[in-house]
């Protein structure tokens, strides 16, 4: 059974940080892009950052860049979401993704074959 699994998420003042990590198994994801989305209240999922197969490239929404740091570890097929300086509309449900036929990194929810169930980041202002 495949299965993404979040955790890391919290409660955090505003400028504070937290590390996300989601954690894939059922198979071998060391080949697929991996992806981290959210969800706010009332709002489309949204985009956040993705990572390629090798960790070689990463690329992040404008709106979490120089913020969010992505990393992986395919030796513990995990993903790692780094949130420093973390603002109240950060606030979401935050969502691991796991594209198994990668051919570019896709800001798309579409292109995603494998999701996570979520974990709630909530930042106090």
């Known amino acids: 059974q495949v299965q993404l699994v979040e955790s890391g998420g919290g409660l955090v003042q505003a400028g504070g940080s937290l590390r996300l990590s989601c954690a894939a198994s059922?198979?071998?994801?060391?080949?697929?892009?991996l992806g981290w989305f959210r969800q706010a209240p009332g709002k489309e999922r949204e985009f956040v950052s993705a990572?390629?197969?090798?960790?070689?490239?990463?690329y992040s929404a404008d709106s979490v860049k120089g913020r969010f740091t992505l990393s992986r570890d395919n030796a513990k097929s995990t993903v790692y979401l780094q949130m420093n300086n973390l603002k109240p509309e950060d606030t979401a449900v935050y969502y691991c993704a796991a594209d198994e036929v990668p051919t570019r990194l896709s800001t798309q929810y579409r292109d995603y074959d494998y999701w996570g169930q979520g974990t709630q980041v909530t930042v106090s202002s």
């Open positions: 059922g198979r071998t994801f060391s080949g697929d892009i």
């Open positions: 990572i390629t197969p090798n960790g070689g490239v990463t």
